[in-house]
């Protein structure tokens, strides 16, 4: 809506202190995301020209107003007049920009290594968890998607990684459209933002 377009306006001059585009370091000043443990990996997210809907592979240095809109769009509640078909491309849409979150390397598949990683910063923040034992919730998880994704794997056959269809599908029935937004646009945050 225009409200919703004008409140994001705000946010966008208070977060580019008034400047025509915001830099990854603009987000420094951002509380909600300070002890975020994947902070780097939704800040990241921000400036994926994936995500931008620019091209298929890089980072952009900076983003305007158009562009902050278009990552913000991915976070967009639920319209009550959506048909089912709109409501599957809205899943989608929220979908891929987290699947491109994970998928660091750009290739298209989710590895293991790159889910490790992901993991690992999830439970950074819990002292009384290992490593060892964040890399092998790791790979428990990542053999669970390997069952769901391609059935039961034979032992001499090595999973490559998650693709979007596959996220796709460990993702059925779980409520991503209300579940997937940004908390630091909040009107009561934003006086909190300097």
């Given at each position: 809506?225009?409200?919703?377009i004008?409140?994001?306006?705000?946010?966008?001059?208070?977060?580019?202190?008034?400047?025509?585009?915001?830099?990854?370091?603009?987000?420094?000043?951002?509380?909600?995301?300070?002890?975020?443990?994947i902070?780097?990996?939704?800040?990241?997210?921000?400036?994926?020209?994936?995500?931008?809907?620019?091209?298929?592979?890089?980072?952009?240095?900076?983003?305007?107003?158009?562009?902050f809109?278009?990552?913000?769009?991915?976070?967009?509640p639920?319209?009550?007049?959506?048909?089912?078909?709109?409501?599957?491309?809205?899943?989608k849409?929220?979908?891929?920009?987290?699947?491109?979150?994970?998928?660091?390397?750009?290739?298209?598949k989710?590895?293991l290594?790159?889910?490790?990683?992901?993991?690992?910063?999830?439970?950074?923040?819990n002292?009384h968890?290992e490593?060892?034992?964040?890399?092998?919730i790791?790979?428990?998880?990542?053999m669970?998607?390997?069952?769901?994704?391609?059935?039961?794997?034979?032992?001499?056959?090595?999973?490559e990684?998650?693709?979007?269809?596959?996220?796709?599908k460990?993702w059925?029935?779980?409520?991503?459209?209300t579940?997937?937004?940004?908390?630091?646009?909040?009107?009561e945050?934003?006086?909190?933002?300097?």
């Amino acid at each position: 809506t225009s409200e919703q377009i004008e409140h994001l306006h705000r946010r966008f001059k208070q977060l580019s202190r008034d400047q025509l585009t915001i830099r990854k370091e603009n987000f420094d000043s951002i509380p909600d995301l300070e002890f975020n443990p994947i902070r780097g990996k939704i800040v990241h997210a921000f400036f994926d020209k994936r995500n931008l809907r620019q091209e298929p592979d890089g980072l952009a240095d900076e983003i305007n107003f158009e562009d902050f809109l278009t990552i913000m769009s991915y976070f967009r509640p639920i319209e009550m007049n959506m048909d089912e078909e709109q409501l599957d491309r809205f899943r989608k849409e929220k979908l891929k920009f987290l699947f491109h979150m994970y998928d660091s390397d750009h290739d298209g598949k989710i590895t293991l290594q790159e889910y490790r990683n992901v993991v690992e910063e999830l439970l950074s923040g819990n002292p009384h968890l290992e490593k060892e034992s964040a890399r092998s919730i790791a790979d428990g998880a990542m053999m669970e998607a390997a069952s769901i994704c391609v059935g039961q794997m034979g032992p001499d056959q090595v999973y490559e990684g998650i693709t979007f269809e596959d996220f796709l599908k460990m993702w059925q029935g779980i409520d991503i459209e209300t579940k997937m937004h940004v908390r630091f646009l909040n009107m009561e945050t934003i006086a909190h933002c300097y």
